[in-house]
């Protein structure tokens, strides 16, 4: 709040003395991060749909600090008026004592707004409406004047009548992207709110296009989704949706959760309207500040944040990311030891990694979830061995951060790889590698060829992935606010918005009305020449063609879709179509399925190998389940 009642400040020293004799002057010591709890998305009675209007905002803030709370945020429905009230409420106490005029019990209540206050981190924000109805939480850092928040709201078309009527409902309001735009530039924290339920920007059961959800969820101006299924395990939760595995959802998304709160306590445990605290992330932070949060929220390492679980055993990233298996975006190595190789593996994925859709190799863990881990010995000593041979034997040097983590009692390195802005990515000059699922092999020429012109259309600005679908950005405000902190960071995509994002190098082509799948392979053409027989594959993740594969030089993938094709090419009169669609194979593989699928359409049949269930949207899902048995 802007008036802090409190006698300190978060982030700075308490109880400090002088020393009673000099001492040599010593650097600072960097405070040791601890695990903070959060809940960035309450209401207040300054919403109208608040359940309990009766509830006073000293109440709010009392039952935040009994729940063991560091950080809130208030959030209500377009508008900043329960702050207001709130901070008004408090200025006017600290007026009357200052002037000597403050009755017992206007003074107890001072007094326990500066306890709790003293704990707890209060930031002000709102729950932005968007054309549609799509809910968007703008947070902001506490010394953000009402009057700002105000003017973001007007200039998100939030009608001055209803300012201050915290409806949910505001009319032909700005669209999520112009929102996204206007929140980050304004210096404020974008968090797209209950992704996956009722007003959440994954609309489901909404029918909107794919690529809007893509834009929405996508989008360099947001910074996180929270979602309500945090604590959930499976291939179906929303954090596994966007973890950067799926080819048109590239960029691993931030996922935390929050009460969404419209009532001090929950009614009971069955109601789904949750109370103060329900709903908690956990962020690893060196302060308690906007800053120290901005900086996580912003950032890419998404293992600082976790669901808070109370007591219970505190979560591990690791043995998470072992149990999901390995994938397109996620590799285990159990050392990185030369011998053996394994030095040379990791440098493989990474490269691939690089040139593919980024992901995170993991060091000193195999991949069975059953096995326990070796670890790194001296991971700092490893890491900067990591960087050395990164920065000599690779050109250009790949865009990695590299760091070590805990698990079972011991520590791992995590490489986390982003796709790179100068692909190809080569180890030696000329050793190009790619990535197919959970395989890692050497380009051929068709794709170093392709990467290539990837990586000269993103140097020229004009496309950002290879899977990217085409998509309207958002305008730029006539009138945005200018920021309140003066270290306002922005992306260089953010920075020029255009008017419209130009159609990718490759767009998804469709059959009749029905998009491809997003994963596996389908052999196009095939032609004998000399005795051997050579095909033209399509690769589904990126649409790329890939000309002359023979059954000899297939990679993995490949050369099983060859050889169904050579040797026991599919019988289309017997298999059973579903609207089109037929199953041509089903067969388990780790954590995924893998489908073999023909398609019919105008222009004949069509069929693809190695489909993985993640790269199905929920139209295809539906069609190849299995049918229920009565």
């Known amino acids: 709040m802007t008036n802090d009642p409190g006698s300190t400040q978060r982030g700075r020293s308490r109880g400090a003395t002088p020393s009673a004799r000099p001492v040599a002057a010593r650097p600072p010591k960097r405070p040791s991060p601890q695990w903070r709890r959060m809940d960035l998305h309450l209401h207040t009675p300054g919403s109208n749909d608040y359940q309990e209007p009766h509830i006073s905002y000293l109440d709010i803030l009392r039952q935040a600090s009994a729940r063991g709370l560091d950080i809130i945020a208030i959030t209500d429905h377009n508008t900043v008026a329960g702050y207001a009230a709130m901070q008004k409420e408090v200025e006017q106490l600290l007026w009357l004592e200052s002037r000597g005029r403050i009755d017992p019990l206007e003074q107890r209540q001072l007094d326990e707004y500066r306890r709790v206050l003293d704990k707890l981190l209060v930031l002000p924000g709102f729950e932005f409406t968007a054309t549609f109805g799509f809910h968007i939480l703008g947070i902001f850092p506490p010394e953000t004047p009402v009057s700002y928040l105000e003017h973001l709201l007007l200039t998100l078309r939030v009608p001055p009548a209803l300012l201050r009527e915290g409806s949910s409902t505001v009319g032909a309001t700005s669209d999520v992207l112009t929102a996204y735009h206007v929140i980050n530039e304004a210096g404020g924290l974008v968090i797209a709110a209950h992704v996956n339920s009722g007003n959440g920007v994954m609309m489901r059961g909404l029918d909107f296009g794919g690529q809007t959800r893509v834009a929405y969820t996508q989008d360099p101006n947001v910074h996180a989704l929270e979602v309500t299924d945090l604590e959930k395990r499976g291939n179906q939760t929303t954090r596994r949706f966007f973890d950067g595995s799926k080819p048109e959802y590239p960029r691993p998304m931030r996922c935390i959760q929050g009460s969404d709160a419209h009532r001090l306590i929950r009614e009971s445990a069955t109601s789904p309207y949750l109370g103060v605290g329900d709903r908690v992330t956990e962020v690893l932070l060196e302060e308690v500040s906007f800053e120290a949060l901005a900086g996580v929220i912003r950032g890419n390492d998404?293992?600082?944040?976790?669901?808070?679980?109370?007591?219970?055993?505190?979560?591990?990233?690791?043995?998470l990311a072992r149990e999901e298996g390995e994938s397109l975006v996620q590799a285990f190595h159990p050392t990185m030891n030369q011998r053996g190789g394994h030095l040379d593996n990791i440098l493989r994925d990474i490269c691939a990694m690089a040139n593919t859709n980024g992901g995170t190799i993991y060091i000193g863990v195999p991949a069975d979830a059953k096995a326990k881990p070796e670890g790194v010995r001296e991971p700092a000593r490893a890491i900067e061995a990591l960087r050395t041979t990164l920065a000599k034997r690779f050109s250009p040097k790949p865009p990695v951060q590299i760091d070590s983590l805990p698990t079972q009692g011991t520590t791992v390195v995590r490489v986390t790889v982003t796709p790179g802005p100068d692909a190809p990515?080569?180890?030696?000059?000329?050793?190009?590698?790619?990535?197919?699922?959970?395989?890692?092999?050497?380009?051929?020429?068709?794709?170093?060829?392709?990467?290539?012109?990837?990586?000269?259309?993103?140097?020229?600005?004009?496309?950002?992935?290879?899977?990217?679908?085409?998509?309207?950005?958002?305008?730029?405000?006539a009138a945005a606010a200018p920021a309140p902190r003066a270290d306002r960071r922005r992306s260089e995509t953010a920075r020029a918005t255009p008017a419209e994002k130009p159609p990718p190098a490759n767009p998804p082509a469709t059959n009749g009305k029905r998009e491809r799948p997003r994963t596996g392979v389908e052999l196009v053409e095939s032609q004998e020449r000399d005795g051997t027989i050579y095909h033209t594959l399509r690769d589904l993740r990126s649409g790329n063609l890939i000309n002359n594969v023979t059954r000899s030089s297939a990679r993995r993938l490949w050369h099983y879709a060859i050889t169904q094709a050579e040797t026991a090419p599919p019988d289309l009169s017997s298999v059973q179509w579903r609207q089109n669609v037929a199953v041509l194979n089903r067969r388990p593989k780790g954590n995924?399925?893998?489908?073999?699928?023909?398609?019919?359409?105008?222009?004949?049949?069509?069929?693809?190998?190695?489909?993985?269930?993640?790269?199905?949207?929920?139209?295809?899902?539906?069609?190849?389940?299995?049918?229920?048995r009565e």
């Open 425 to 477: 990515y080569a180890i030696d000059s000329n050793l190009f590698y790619v990535r197919d699922e959970t395989e890692t092999t050497l380009a051929v020429r068709d794709e170093i060829v392709q990467l290539v012109e990837r990586g000269l259309e993103r140097r020229a600005g004009v496309v950002a992935t290879p899977a990217e679908e085409p998509a309207r950005a958002a305008p730029t405000p």
């Open 302 to 319: 998404h293992s600082l944040t976790r669901p808070y679980r109370g007591t219970a055993k505190a979560v591990d990233f690791v043995q």
């Open 592 to 628: 995924s399925t893998l489908y073999d699928l023909a398609v019919r359409a105008d222009d004949g049949v069509h069929v693809y190998y190695g489909v993985t269930d993640s790269g199905l949207s929920e139209e295809w899902l539906a069609l190849v389940e299995e049918p229920r």
